[in-house]
């Protein structure tokens, strides 16, 4: 039996892992699976290439528990070690970077996932075990050996009487993390971590229907017949599936195929997603990876942290900002990758070279298959545009490279249902929608029922109004205006029509300068001018009397700052502030103007004030009611 010191100066290694990276303890069995399927996958290269003379066969990972001797038993089939390759990568590797690891990380460990970065993989065992052991017996033909470790920095290692080739960690668990001797909670954290794993993992038995016997129809004492019992065997629970969908070239999956795996990713999701992208690359940087397009809901944060994040099959994390471009964070699916740096910081993850790549990689991919799906069946991408274009719109606002690219597929629908790219809507509403300064006016309603009576006044002059409903819209209609030339986006209800799109006609006024004085003075008079500002206007007389619009710019800036952004505008504080449109043409107007007495012409003023902001869904409350009460009143 050999004992020994194991290659560190600093003898309070273990305690520092423990304590700095204690947050992260339950990845200790990732580690040492990771480790089992790497020494699996080795040794089928070696047998593949004729350096290893064994019989590969069909190995597989067991992971056992004795809750009895409070030890959990990690058990392997691969290549195994001999004596000395235990001293060289136990005892020395593993600790070669540990005085830079404290240098380095001892204010950040926790932060930076710093497991396995210095081959600290094995030695996380000691984050939840007071001693662990190796019993391993190489491929080669060499005597088994027996590594035993308590936590300190000496170790035994002494020859095993172990017959068959590969390795089992033993972990002796500590009496504060025995929840890792419940069955339920390493099944938790296998299907985590190692749902994907390529190497099958065994963790108990199940009981299943022997696929070799078919139950044979008997008839009971009465001549009734039925199907005796299935009989039942015990197989391996194999808890992992060692070939998921994204291992697969794209030809070799059916639609089917990307279906269920969706199912498998998400067992609790029951809609089914509306496409996937498979992503497949090995130049300039490895990537493979399936992404889902699941319905969207209008919440731009409800969806993230859905990504699952792999590098070589093994779970890292969910949260994958810095590696996907942000707007695509609202996705499903998996990427995997062994070009990007896990153990780092997020900072220095999103500055490095390989993740820009793959980020504008995942970018370009997502907006290659839009367009695809666009010209393909553009009915069908029609009919999903809701589902999808909050994820499109963000795209097209924070990636510039995808706004380019979202030319060919982005859609602008109407009130009526109908959608037009942005270069069909152009040239359907250029003639019509051009004012008297040659500008483009863009008309669009957020909501058809709230601003049903504007849409109407605007259809009523030939004129197309696009329904823009996402919450980020006025970021995008502001990004359009700036890299778009001579256009401009207007709300249906930010002006009276023919004030949105000013063409050279002007209607006259039936009422001349001293009336409009008069009326003027009147209406300031009885109108609140904290809430509104009246403008008179001539307008057609058939419009109606009283319109109330909200300022184009206030409103958008109020809707900026709402989403992020516009804030230095200071929109969010201020009261809100509508413009009151009056008709001069109306004969209603009129009417007031010549009506004798003051409190006639103020119930007239208050009853058509009260209309309009009934119609826009502004009379509340106490208003609402008096207003109610007051017009039985006038048809009584």
């Keep these: 039996m050999t004992k020994?010191?194991?290659?560190?100066?600093?003898?309070?290694?273990?305690?520092?892992?423990?304590?700095?990276?204690?947050s992260d303890h339950e990845i200790f069995l990732r580690e040492l699976i990771s480790n089992a399927t790497d020494a699996t996958l080795k040794l089928k290269h070696l047998t593949n290439i004729g350096e290893a003379k064994v019989e590969y066969g069909n190995p597989k990972i067991e992971v056992r528990i004795d809750k009895d001797a409070k030890k959990l038993h990690i058990i392997d089939q691969g290549l195994g070690m001999t004596a000395e390759e235990v001293e060289k990568y136990i005892n020395e590797v593993a600790f070669s970077g540990a005085e830079e690891f404290l240098d380095k990380y001892k204010d950040s460990a926790k932060d930076s996932g710093i497991i396995g970065h210095f081959g600290l993989g094995f030695y996380s065992a000691f984050m939840v075990a007071d001693k662990v052991e190796i019993i391993t017996k190489s491929y080669k033909d060499e005597p088994a050996a027996h590594w035993t470790c308590d936590g300190s920095p000496e170790f035994t290692l002494e020859p095993a009487d172990k017959t068959e080739r590969g390795t089992e960690i033993i972990l002796h668990i500590s009496?504060?993390?025995?929840?890792?001797?419940?069955?339920?909670?390493?099944?938790?954290?296998?299907?985590?971590?190692?749902?994907?794993?390529p190497v099958p993992i065994k963790f108990g038995n199940k009981e299943i229907n022997d696929p070799e016997h078919e139950p044979k129809t008997i008839k009971d004492k009465d001549g009734k017949e039925t199907k005796e019992p299935h009989r039942k065997i015990t197989v391996d629970d194999i808890i992992n599936n060692p070939e998921p969908a994204w291992t697969k070239q794209p030809a070799d999956l059916k639609e089917e195929d990307y279906k269920n795996f969706y199912r498998e990713l998400y067992p609790m999701q029951f809609e089914e997603p509306l496409f996937n992208i498979?992503?497949?690359?090995?130049?300039?940087?490895?990537?493979?990876?399936?992404?889902?397009?699941?319905?969207?809901?209008?919440d731009l944060n409800i969806q993230k942290d859905k990504i699952q994040l792999y590098q070589n099959q093994v779970f890292v994390t969910d949260n994958v900002e810095g590696i996907v471009p942000e707007f695509l964070t609202m996705l499903r699916g998996v990427i995997d990758s062994p070009d990007i740096p896990l153990n780092v910081s997020r900072s220095y993850l999103q500055a490095d070279g390989a993740v820009k790549k793959i980020s504008s990689y995942i970018t370009r991919k997502v907006a290659d298959k839009l367009k695809s799906l666009f010209n393909n069946n553009r009915e069908d991408f029609e009919a999903k545009w809701n589902?999808?274009?909050?994820?499109?719109?963000?795209?097209?606002?924070?990636?510039?490279?995808?706004?380019?690219?979202?030319?060919?597929?982005?859609?602008?629908?109407?009130?009526d249902g109908k959608y037009y790219?942005?270069?069909?809507?152009?040239?359907?509403?250029?003639?019509?929608?051009?004012d008297k300064d040659d500008k483009l006016v863009i008309l669009y309603a957020a909501d058809k029922d709230a601003q049903h009576s504007y849409i109407e006044a605007a259809k009523a002059k030939g004129y197309e109004v696009l329904l823009l409903d996402s919450p980020i819209v006025s970021h995008l209609i502001q990004k359009l205006e700036t890299t778009k030339e001579n256009i401009s986006f207007a709300r249906v209800d930010g002006d009276h029509i023919d004030n949105l799109i000013k063409k050279d006609d002007t209607t006259i006024s039936k009422l001349d300068e001293d009336q409009k004085k008069s009326l003027d003075e009147l209406l300031k008079e009885v109108i609140p001018s904290e809430k509104f500002m009246v403008q008179l206007e001539a307008m057609d007389s058939?419009?109606?009397?009283?319109?109330?619009?909200?300022?184009?710019?206030?409103?958008?800036?109020?809707?900026?700052?709402?989403?992020?952004?516009?804030?230095?505008?200071?929109?969010?504080?201020?009261?809100?502030?509508?413009?009151?449109?009056?008709?001069?043409?109306?004969?209603?107007?009129?009417?007031?103007?010549?009506?004798?007495?003051?409190?006639?012409?103020?119930?007239?003023?208050?009853?058509?004030?009260?209309?309009?902001?009934?119609?826009?869904?502004?009379l509340k409350g106490e208003e609402l009611t008096n207003f109610i009460k007051r017009s039985y009143d006038m048809i009584k």
């Design 542 to 618: 058939e419009a109606s009397p009283f319109i109330i619009t909200q300022p184009e710019f206030m409103r958008r800036m109020k809707e900026m700052q709402a989403t992020g952004g516009g804030g230095m505008f200071g929109m969010g504080n201020m009261p809100e502030m509508y413009n009151l449109v009056v008709n001069t043409n109306h004969d209603l107007i009129s009417e007031i103007l010549n009506t004798k007495t003051r409190k006639k012409q103020e119930r007239l003023i208050n009853q058509s004030l009260d209309l309009a902001r009934l119609s826009q869904g502004l």
């Design 175 to 197: 009496e504060d993390e025995k929840e890792f001797l419940e069955d339920s909670r390493i099944r938790e954290l296998l299907t985590k971590y190692n749902k994907f794993m």
């Design 278 to 298: 498979h992503l497949n690359v090995d130049y300039p940087f490895n990537l493979t990876g399936i992404l889902y397009f699941p319905k969207m809901t209008n």
């Design 4 to 22: 020994g010191n194991i290659n560190v100066s600093v003898e309070n290694i273990f305690p520092l892992i423990k304590k700095f990276l204690y």
């Design 421 to 434: 790219t942005y270069e069909e809507l152009y040239n359907k509403i250029k003639a019509n929608q051009t």
């Design 387 to 415: 589902d999808i274009k909050v994820v499109i719109e963000y795209g097209m606002l924070s990636e510039e490279k995808f706004f380019e690219k979202a030319e060919a597929f982005a859609l602008y629908p109407t009130v």
